[in-house]
């Protein structure tokens, strides 16, 4: 990766990333490239290999082959590590300690200046949405709030990469909607957010680019609206007969639901068209119901199983 300047190297880059535990292949060559300073989504159904991905890139792990880099440096390597800021999905942090205590903690070992852990600790507990009770025992803390807890932590030191697996899993509703100008406001000062999530409303919400991961290899990888560019248009027919029926998957794929036709693949300019030859046929169309296809409906079409 030499010859290169920091802002063409990508905040996360994998080749051919391959992880096995015994006979159980986690990690199948995964190549991926996450550039910086974007909101990265994550995606796979339970053990497609994600938080396997995310341990070997953090150096918690050992790849049993291929390579992988964090900001440039090789997986692991101290320097980057520094650099990084981590949300796992299982944490627990001591419960007789305080929020601000915990904070403190993390700062020794990040090996931050102490004369900055006043402000580190104060700009991170603001971010995470706790500031009032930073000093409030974590024993008396909901699970919500240990996981805002978990994101501080995760800010300390303006890392210029943030891992986080699973952020909003104990959020509810709202902390899920005060959850999304956080993320944003990461990558407006250029950090790069990798964000692993089964959430997909949320993912749709706040990502730039996604990867979706399926036992071990990404089925997809690109910017969101390019994943979400198939169209889908649903009509209300009645009075199909055998001919009537042939019309739309001429136009695209075709699902039934009773007298409801969704076509997929249909670009809206031939809306017009389609409804015409059905009228023409004897049909009668009651509704048109132009849609964009959603990243629950993609995903389903990416995954095993669900690949038309």
């Known amino acids: 990766m030499s010859g ?10 994998t080749r051919g990333l391959v992880k096995r535990y015994g006979r159980t292949v986690a990690l199948d060559g995964l190549t991926m490239s996450v550039p910086r300073g974007e909101i990265f989504g994550f995606l796979g159904p339970n053990g497609a290999g994600k938080t396997t991905a995310i341990k070997v890139l953090l150096g918690l792990t050992a790849a049993t082959g291929g390579e992988a880099w964090v ?5 692991g390597d101290l320097a980057a590590r520094r650099r990084t800021g981590y949300l796992p999905e299982m944490f627990r942090y001591q419960a007789w300690l305080t929020g601000r205590e915990v904070l403190g903690v993390h700062c020794r070992l990040l090996g931050l200046p102490r004369s900055s852990w006043n402000g580190e600790i104060r700009s991170a507990l603001e971010t995470a949405g706790i500031a009032d009770r930073g000093g409030d025992r974590v024993a008396g803390y909901s699970k919500g709030m240990q996981q805002r807890l978990g994101l501080a932590v995760a800010l300390l030191g303006r890392p210029e990469v943030v891992f986080l697996d699973e952020p909003t899993s104990a959020l509810d509703p709202v902390g899920r909607l005060e959850m999304r100008p956080v ?3 990461l990558r407006d000062r250029g950090a790069t957010v990798f964000l692993n999530s089964h959430m997909l409303s949320e993912v749709e919400r706040v990502c730039d680019r996604v990867a979706i991961l399926d ?11 390019e994943l979400l560019e198939e169209r889908i248009v649903r009509l209300h027919v009645t009075g199909l007969d055998e001919v009537a029926r042939a019309i739309p998957g001429r136009y695209g794929s075709v699902a039934a639901d009773g007298e409801w036709l969704e076509v997929r693949g249909l670009a809206p300019e031939r809306i017009p068209d389609l409804v015409a030859e059905l009228v023409a046929a004897g049909a009668r169309v009651h ?6 296809a959603s990243l ?9 199983g669900g690949a038309r």
């Not at 290169?4 to 880059?13: I, K, L, M, N």
């Not at 900001?71 to 997986?75: D, E, I, K, S």
């Open 183 to 185: 993320l944003r406001a």
């Open 287 to 292: 509704a048109v119901e132009p849609r964009q």
């Open 296 to 304: 629950e409906q993609r995903f389903q079409d990416l995954v095993a």
């Open 4 to 13: 290169r300047t920091t802002g063409d190297v990508p905040a996360v880059e």
């Open 71 to 75: 900001l440039g440096r090789p997986a």
């Open 215 to 225: 036992h071990g290899r990404v089925t997809f990888m690109g910017r969101l609206d």
